[in-house]
C-alpha cells in the first residue's frame, strides 16, 4: 500500500474515492468479523457491514482522529450492528462458523490439543450466541475489541452505568454456561429440556 491509514484517512476526508477504497479494503476483514460476532449471522453481518461503510463513508468529514480510525470505524460497526438487530427483533441466534475466530486461540502443535481448542472454542462460541443481543453486544465490544464502557454506552444510546451493568450480567451468564456450578447445571439442564 504504502500509504499509512493517518494518510489515508487524510486522504480520504479530502474526497479521495481511491484512498477510502484502500481504507475499506485495509479494515474489511476485521469490521466484517466484528459484523459477524454481533449480529451472529453471515447475511445480517453483510448488512451490517455495508451500512457501517455507507456511514463512515458519510460521517468521515467530521472524524477528529481523536481515536484511532478502526475505533472510530468499530463503533460504526457496533451502532450499526445494534440499530439492525433492533429492526429485525430477533430473539434467535445462528452459531458462529468455525472460519470466523472467536477469541484469539494459539493453535496447538499436537491433534488432541487442537481438538481440545476446537471443543472449547465450539463451547464459547455457544456460549456467547445463547446470551440476549444487547448482553452479546456489550460484552464483544469490551472483551474482544477492548472499547472502553464510555464508547460502548454512547454508541448503545445507554449511559455508561447501563453498559457496566450488561457486561457484569453478560460475564456472569457465560461463566454460569462455561464454569456452572453444580446446581447451575441442573437448572441449564432443566431450562435446555423445556
Not at 15 to 23: K, P, T
Request: glycine content about 4%; charged content about 30%; aromatic content about 6%.
Amino acid at each position: 500500500m504504502g500509504s499509512t491509514v493517518a494518510e489515508l484517512v487524510a486522504r480520504a476526508k479530502a474526497g479521495d474515492q481511491e484512498a477510502f477504497e484502500r481504507l475499506v479494503r485495509a479494515t474489511h476483514a476485521d469490521t466484517y468479523a466484528l459484523a459477524y460476532r454481533l449480529t451472529g449471522n453471515e447475511e445480517d453481518a453483510s448488512d451490517v457491514l455495508q451500512d457501517t461503510y455507507l456511514r463512515a463513508y458519510r460521517a468521515l468529514r467530521r472524524f477528529r482522529g481523536d481515536a484511532a480510525f478502526t475505533t472510530w470505524l468499530y463503533r460504526i460497526t457496533a451502532n450499526c450492528a445494534s440499530t439492525h438487530l433492533a429492526r429485525r427483533g430477533r430473539s434467535r441466534h445462528e452459531e458462529l462458523s468455525e472460519e470466523v475466530p472467536l477469541a484469539d486461540l494459539r493453535p496447538a502443535v499436537d491433534p488432541e490439543a487442537m481438538a481440545d481448542a476446537a471443543a472449547e472454542r465450539d463451547r464459547v462460541t455457544a456460549a456467547l450466541a445463547a446470551l440476549p443481543d444487547r448482553l452479546r453486544v456489550v460484552v464483544v465490544l469490551r472483551d474482544i475489541y477492548d472499547l472502553p464502557h464510555e464508547a460502548i454506552a454512547a454508541e448503545l444510546g445507554i449511559s455508561e452505568a447501563a453498559a457496566k451493568v450488561r457486561l457484569h450480567r453478560a460475564r456472569k451468564k457465560l461463566r454460569e454456561r462455561l464454569f456452572p456450578t453444580r446446581e447451575e447445571r441442573h437448572q441449564l439442564e432443566q431450562a435446555d429440556a423445556v
